[in-house]
Structure formats: structure tokens, C-alpha cells
Nanobody
């Protein structure tokens, strides 16, 4: 079992920045690829970014590429999502997720493949 706890959400003006954190506990963090997803108001949950076990592989939703950066700190068992140049359409509940995988460079945008989920943190971007 893996427990994931997100933090760092809040209210920010358009053009601003936020850094989300996701602290993992319970199992060996390095065995899991990690992902960030979001659920905009009234919409389905969607992929945002993912990072491989090794941290060398990353993958982004096209609309956030160049503005968001995913990273991980194995010493702290934490994955981060640095968000810059935020737009009102980035408003959503953001979730982190963990996928058990053997591939050190593996990343996935498929929600169904993730095994564990956090409770989510709200990000609101005002115009």
C-alpha cells in the first residue's frame, strides 16, 4: 500500500506560479512511476505530467509543456509539480498518482494504470 498526500494548492492570479508537492509513504518510492492529473470544474479527470522511476523520463500534456515541470526527490519520497505562467483554464483539483513498474524509464498518461491516488489539492487561477 502507498499513501499519497498532496499539498501546495491555493488561489493565484493568472501569470503566477505554484509548486505542488506529493509526499509518498508505505512502499519503496523508487519502484513507482509518478503522475499528476487534474479535474477541471465540470469535466473529467485528465493527465497533466508523469515522471519515470529514475526521474530521467518525463511526459507532459501539450497545453502545459513549457510551463509545468515535474520532478522527484527520492531522499524525501516526494514528487513535485512546478507550475508557472498559470492560466484560468489550469483551475482544477490536482491529484498525484503512483504506478508500480519494473521499467526505470517508463512513463504513462493512462489513468487506469495507476495503482494509488492522493486525495487532491485545489488550484484556482483568477483572471
Amino acid at each position: 500500500q502507498v499513501q499519497l498526500v498532496e499539498s501546495g494548492g491555493g488561489l493565484v492570479q493568472a501569470g503566477g506560479s505554484l509548486r505542488l508537492s506529493c509526499a509518498a509513504s508505505g512502499r519503496t518510492f523508487s519502484n513507482y512511476a509518478m503522475g499528476w492529473f487534474r479535474r477541471p470544474p465540470g469535466k473529467e479527470r485528465e493527465f497533466v505530467a508523469a515522471i519515470s522511476r529514475s526521474g530521467d523520463g518525463t511526459y507532459y500534456r501539450p497545453s502545459v509543456k513549457g510551463r509545468f515541470t515535474i520532478s522527484r526527490d527520492s531522499a524525501k519520497n516526494t514528487v513535485y509539480l512546478q507550475m508557472s505562467s498559470l492560466k484560468p483554464e489550469d483551475t482544477a483539483v490536482y491529484y498525484c498518482a503512483a504506478e508500480r513498474t519494473l521499467g526505470r524509464a517508463y512513463v504513462s498518461d493512462d489513468q487506469s494504470k495507476y495503482d494509488y491516488w492522493g486525495q487532491g489539492t485545489q488550484v484556482t487561477v483568477s483572471s
